[in-house]
């Protein structure tokens, strides 16, 4: 512990390391001392991306399109700790680093950046569009599958379970969505030209449009919330030791205790890996429906009134959060506690001239 009148406390000798003033006779370090840069054989990152295309006309308004699309990357770059703890007896968290094979003590992780990694993505992807003065529209479906030897998706470089066991890592990308479906459409009301007056200015002149989304959900990974191999880092995987999955088809209720079994995960042994893998629940999907009704009326000479009203999920759907996956969290392991927005209406009107 420190205060702001006494910060340096803890430091070698109690005293400042500023001003720091390096004297190649007698350096001064805080040991054990992290050791970070490029590996020797570094190279840069390569990508390769495949698209194939077939399309056709359908009439004169359709047409539908079908792709199969491809990308890969390889000699990606991720840390990996070259000076790992070795697992023996009397092993702990707090003597991690006298485990270490390189001057024990004195050099803590020694973090090389090498660009052995990779991640592949394949997937089929269609869409069809009409196009019309009254109803246009398009609609979107995917099916692929990502796939990358350790988490690129999160903020600055990854890190790993245990730098002895990187086959381990790989794993469904974070961000991965398997199955996709958008629509989007927008219907011109413009049929009452010949109508009675009175209802030729009712009903003429309107714009609905939408928006329909259809996702499922990204997957997640269960840790222990604990370090139990003993390298000073927390963010261990869980074992598996049974079934994870249930049926999501059960009553909203049952859905927010219980996303997943959690009987299926329990604690690794002390100074075990979790054998669990990465991204191996998947999350709630997403459901939502976005429509907008608008229409210009015309006032004196040029000047014209238009009125809007848009409402975001409109059918109010819950589409629930993220499950809690620490398995060191009883209280929201497994649990849902939070959901997306509910429907929201807004109604605008804007004068032009």
Known sequence: MFTLSDPYRNLPGGVSPYPFEYNPASPRFTLPAQVF??????????????????????????????SYVGAFARNLAAAVDDNYPVIGPGATAANRNTRRPYLPGTIAAANV????????????????ERRGAHLSGKA????????????????????????????????RTSNDIRRSFVLSAVWKIDYFKDARSALRKLAQGWTLSTIVTLQTGTPLTITSGQDRNFDGITTDRADLVGNPELDHGRPQAELIEGWFNTSAFALPANGTNGNSGRSIIDSPGTRNVDMG?????????????????????????????????????PATFGKIRSAGNMRRIQLGARVSF
């Open 37 to 66: 840069g490029p590996s020797l054989d570094f190279v840069w990152p390569k990508t390769y991306q495949v698209n194939v295309s077939v399309e056709r006309q359908i009439g004169r308004d359709i047409s539908v399109t079908a």
């Open 113 to 128: 950046l090498s660009s052995i990694f990779s991640s592949d993505y394949n997937g089929i992807q269609m869409s069809a």
């Open 140 to 171: 979107y479906y995917s099916f692929g599958r990502g796939y990358e030897d350790v988490n690129f998706q999160g903020n600055g470089l990854p890190t790993v379970q245990s730098s002895l066991d990187l086959a381990a890592e790989r794993g």
């Open 293 to 329: 009704l608008f229409r210009d009326f015309d006032l004196r000479g040029r000047t014209k009134l238009q009125f809007r009203a848009e409402a975001t999920n409109v059918f109010n759907i819950v589409n629930l959060s993220n499950p809690g996956t620490n398995l060191g969290a």
